[in-house]
């Protein structure tokens, strides 16, 4: 009984305020969420990134195992990515890879990771969500746009929050007070409004093609947390590390990848990018409850 009750502390406080957010957009089509994304990309992330890589008592040799271990967990997504594409008749596969390749681990699985293996959980989560922002900002449009755009790099704040927390883990020399206890206040005002914004996000993508997008939904939310399984045994990797790197596989397709094609790719690309985000998420309502069920029972 006692696992049951984790997992609906675990899993209640994600859903609910997503709910609030669906909630919101379905009272209020026209509600703006620019300053949300504004304040998360600039603000927010950045200080998620470097609490959570540097105040929840990760190391460096931890940090940079996962960083690998996902790294090998995002070639083997491409792989699957390719495959399904082709088999879909896809006629622009590079396009419509991210989705396949990154997946939620910043809106849904840090969250998760922190109620279900507290402070160290998130650590081990926000080393995975740290490689996964990378990607988002240089494979990622790299794909949706075909060629590869520099000035993205230097102009993203949380570039920099990695690098400024890699070199702290390395140095292990630890935040001054005043900037851990405000990164920590805006981490978890970030954890809250990007959950929400999640939630007002589904009431407007849209699925253009059901079919399509409930077979690569498949490839992301079912054998996404098969390749974690793979990982955790091939490097025999246990304990709560071992649960968050499968949560973090276990992810549906990130937003994000949405908002990288409205950018960078014709708009067919963003309408197939978006079913996979909106039909990934709906499945995960149903997949994430089994996986971090599975996680605390056999990784804590």
């Keep these: 009984m006692d696992i ?25 089509p026209k509600i703006d969420t620019t300053f949300i994304t504004n304040f998360a990309i600039n603000i927010g992330t950045p200080a998620m990134i470097l609490y959570s890589l540097t105040s929840t008592g990760i190391t460096f040799e931890i940090f940079s195992n996962y960083f690998w271990y996902y790294l090998i967990a995002i070639l083997v997504f491409i792989i699957i990515g390719i495959i399904f594409l082709s088999l879909l008749n896809t006629k622009d596969i590079i396009r419509e890879l991210p989705p396949f390749i990154m997946p939620n681990t910043g809106n849904i699985g840090m969250p998760l990771c922190l109620f279900a293996y507290g402070m ?17 900002f240089t494979l990622g449009i790299f794909l949706a746009d075909r060629k590869f755009d520099f000035k993205v790099i230097y102009k993203n704040p949380p570039i920099y929050s990695i690098i400024i927390s890699v070199i702290l883990l390395y140095t292990k020399t630890d935040l001054p007070l005043f900037i851990e206890n405000t990164t920590f206040l805006l981490m978890y005002a970030t954890i809250f409004l990007i959950l929400m914004s999640l939630g007002i996000a589904l009431t407007r993508l849209k699925v253009f093609s059901f079919r399509k997008a409930i077979i690569s ?7 996404g947390p098969i390749v974690g399984i793979i990982l955790i045994k091939y490097f025999n990797l ?43 998420t709906v499945m995960s309502i149903v997949t994430i409850p089994i996986v971090v069920f599975f996680a605390l029972k056999y990784f804590n």
């Design 217 to 223: 939904s498949f490839a992301r939310v079912i054998l």
């Design 238 to 280: 246990e304990g709560f590390a071992a649960g968050a790197l499968l949560i973090q596989c276990s992810m549906p397709s990130a937003v994000l990848t949405y908002l990288v094609a409205t950018i960078y790719s014709p708009k067919k690309i963003v309408d197939n990018v978006a079913s996979m985000i909106v039909v990934s």
């Design 4 to 28: 049951y009750l984790k997992l609906f502390e675990v899993l209640f406080p994600v859903f609910f305020v997503v709910g609030i957010g669906y909630y919101l957009g379905k009272k209020n």
């Design 120 to 136: 160290e959980g998130l650590g081990v989560a926000a080393s995975i969500g740290a490689l996964i922002v990378l990607c988002h």
